[in-house]
């Protein structure tokens, strides 16, 4: 957003280039994507701005019907932000462009003008975010791909360990992020990321085995000859990886040199570390596959069609998703929306000046995901508006040139974006600075003074009003939707265990139920979270649906976990199994009672006591809501 600035004042027009760097704010977005996905997200956040500032600027002549449209674009722009799993600063900055339209009576050839403006403004942040694609355009999936690699070099040398629960879980995830990426970038089926990737799925699956039979630390040596092949993910041709791979592991075992597609992966040796457990299972071929697929190597067999993987669905079903009933979605939509509208109201009502700053603040504060975030989030939403209006003081005080002011900008732009993930408090100095140099370039009249007290208490009445719509709309919308998320968590299950158990499928049907199994687990846990924050009387001691979480995760992770070399059960027992878990799940949704008992699956015994352990925490759930019902 800098440059727009810097290029309105270096042509006389500071307040046009202000105007324009409201369209630069789309440059905030998609940093850490690809950039096949980011043109699209950028482009699409450029288009959302430039029709906020339309119709605010359309609505800003029309009295009380300017705090409606704001809180309109707001309710649309939040539901479809958390649908397509927009980062933040997800529908704020869009939010803050169409509160600022609204909040400076124009003539509609004005507003049009003003649109225009930023319009303008996005196509320079698109250009600049654009920009590092032409010396490392697939820079985005490979720092995403070393990252999966990491995470489940992290999993096996924490297994066997207190926190290796926590571990399986940033290694889904972080896999589970690196596909997304992959998938983002449109990378083709024989692309060395594509197959370094699909490796990396399946040493997923094995570390998760040796996870799960694991009874004592590993080797250290395996994790080590996972992190030796880290480097080789940002090498860009085979010849490279060649050299990078072939280096042996320090202080374990050594991965061999790489020739043309062979070579293997020796044992961890005495200097890894004391094995008390040895690598089991297919651990030790699939540390091989990953390295000979980021050599550049062949590795399916000759009559094996190369498949990739699932092609990126689109917005559509991501949005028809989050409309479903089940969804937390909508209630954080429309209450965001609602929000917005009421504090513009307010401050309209109560003859603030600046009167949109109420609604944003609100809107601000209301991008935590629970009620515990949100009292926290605008503890530090004052906290840095209070700093932010000292910075912003000493900018602007004693008129100083442009060239002080932009740069200053420039300054607080960087900050924002390298510690909005880390530190909110601090971000919001960066971000309150940014907003009141930029109105007071668009109103150069304006008092500097006036303004910046006007700052704080807005800021004030919209982090009090946002703590209250958060606690009457729909308070416990999280809760109430917990049990479909675990319900369709463990019918994903269902779907994995029949798929691995099935001799129909060639594997096909199994990798993508485990891919859906992956991102159902990351939003029970999410969910769920939430929930317990909701209420602050609760906790996982004490609330009776948390053990059943724990109870369906530890199954989900025995889905990931198991080979498919294993000889499946009878098909009657798979049968009955699916039965007893489909009851199950019936009974988490409320539909139904637990079983009274459940079949066990001969050969699995991991499986069959974990579906026990489950069928028991839901009817101890159900007792209980039975006897407070």
């Known amino acids: 957003m800098t440059l727009p600035?810097?290029?309105?004042?270096?042509?006389?027009?500071?307040?046009?280039?202000?105007?324009?760097?409201?369209?630069?704010?789309?440059?905030?977005?998609?940093?850490?994507?690809?950039?096949?996905?980011?043109?699209?997200?950028?482009?699409?956040?450029?288009?959302?701005?430039?029709?906020?500032?339309?119709?605010?600027?359309?609505?800003?002549?029309?009295?009380?019907?300017?705090?409606?449209v704001a809180g309109a674009v707001a309710g649309a722009t939040s539901f479809v932000c958390q649908a397509a799993e927009i980062p933040p600063p997800r529908e704020y900055l869009i939010v803050l462009a169409t509160l600022a339209a609204t909040g400076i009576p124009v003539p509609a050839d004005q507003a049009l003008w003003n649109a225009g403006l930023t319009a303008a403004g996005a196509a320079v942040g698109w250009l600049v975010t654009m920009s590092p694609a032409l010396g490392r355009a697939r820079a985005p999936e490979r720092r995403a791909v070393r990252a999966a690699l990491e995470a489940v070099a992290g999993l096996l040398a924490r297994t066997g360990g207190p926190d290796a629960g926590a571990a399986r879980h940033q290694a889904v995830t972080a896999v589970r992020r690196a596909r997304r990426a992959v998938i983002q970038g449109v990378l083709p089926a024989d692309h060395r990321l594509t197959r370094s990737l699909t490796a990396i799925e399946e040493l997923l699956e094995a570390a998760l085995h040796v996870?799960?039979?694991?009874?004592?630390?590993?080797?250290?040596?395996?994790?080590?000859?996972?992190?030796?092949?880290?480097?080789?993910?940002?090498?860009?041709?085979?010849?490279?990886?060649?050299?990078?791979?072939?280096?042996?592991?320090?202080?374990?075992?050594?991965?061999?040199?790489?020739?043309?597609?062979?070579?293997?992966?020796s044992s961890p040796t005495a200097g890894g570390g004391s094995a008390s457990s040895p690598a089991p299972g297919p651990l030790p071929d699939a540390i091989e596959q990953v390295r000979a697929a980021l050599a550049g190597a062949d590795t399916a067999a000759p009559d094996q069609e190369l498949t990739g993987l699932p092609a990126w669905p689109g917005i559509r079903p991501q949005l028809r998703a989050a409309a479903r009933g089940h969804s937390v979605i909508l209630p954080a939509a429309a209450r965001l929306g609602i929000a917005v509208a009421a504090g513009a109201g307010i401050g309209r009502a109560l003859g603030l000046d600046h009167s949109y700053w109420v609604g944003l603040t609100a809107a601000a504060v209301l991008l935590a995901t629970n009620s515990a975030n949100t009292l926290r989030r605008s503890v530090h939403r004052i906290a840095g508006t209070?700093?932010?209006?000292?910075?912003?003081?000493?900018?602007?005080?004693?008129?100083?040139?442009?060239?002080?002011?932009?740069?200053?900008?420039?300054?607080c732009q960087f900050a924002s974006e390298m510690i909005i993930t880390a530190s909110y408090g601090l971000a919001v100095v960066g971000i309150t600075v940014l907003a009141l140099v930029l109105f007071h370039i668009g109103t150069p009249g304006a008092d500097v003074g006036v303004t910046i007290g006007a700052r704080i208490t807005d800021t004030v009445l919209g982090a009090v009003l946002a703590l209250i719509l958060r606690s009457v709309l729909w308070p416990r919308a999280t809760a109430a939707r917990l049990p479909q998320v675990q319900g369709r968590t463990l019918r994903s299950v269902g779907r994995v265990l029949c798929a691995l158990w099935s001799d129909s499928g060639d594997g096909r049907d199994l990798g993508d139920g485990r891919r859906l199994l992956q991102s159902e687990l990351a939003t029970l846990r999410a969910v769920h979270t939430d929930a317990l924050a909701d209420d602050r009387a609760a906790s996982p001691d004490t609330d009776l649906r948390w053990p059943v979480t724990v109870a369906i995760e530890e199954l989900a992770f025995l889905a990931l976990s198991l080979?498919?070399?294993?000889?499946?059960?009878?098909?009657?027992?798979?049968?009955?199994?699916?039965?007893?878990?489909?009851?199950?799940?019936?009974?988490?949704?409320?539909?139904?009672?637990?079983?009274?008992?459940?079949?066990?699956?001969?050969?699995?015994?991991?499986?069959?006591?974990?579906?026990g352990v489950l069928a028991a925490a839901v009817t101890d759930a159900d007792r209980h809501r039975f006897r407070c019902g």
């Open 211 to 265: 996870e799960v039979e694991a009874s004592a630390p590993l080797d250290t040596g395996w994790a080590t000859a996972v992190r030796a092949l880290i480097p080789a993910v940002a090498r860009r041709t085979a010849a490279d990886v060649q050299l990078s791979v072939s280096s042996p592991a320090s202080g374990g075992g050594s991965v061999s040199s790489p020739a043309s597609g062979g070579g293997s992966v």
């Open 563 to 611: 080979p498919r070399y294993r000889n499946p059960p009878p098909p009657d027992t798979v049968w009955a199994f699916r039965r007893s878990l489909n009851e199950i799940a019936g009974a988490v949704d409320g539909y139904a009672s637990a079983p009274a008992a459940v079949t066990p699956v001969p050969g699995y015994p991991r499986t069959s006591a974990a579906l």
């Open 5 to 68: 600035l810097a290029i309105g004042v270096a042509v006389g027009h500071p307040a046009w280039g202000a105007l324009a760097s409201m369209g630069g704010f789309a440059g905030f977005y998609g940093s850490d994507t690809p950039y096949r996905y980011r043109a699209r997200l950028v482009a699409g956040i450029g288009a959302a701005l430039t029709l906020g500032v339309l119709l605010g600027g359309l609505a800003s002549t029309r009295g009380w019907l300017a705090p409606l």
């Open 386 to 411: 209070v700093a932010g209006v000292a910075l912003a003081y000493t900018l602007l005080a004693g008129h100083r040139s442009w060239v002080v002011v932009v740069a200053g900008v420039a300054l």
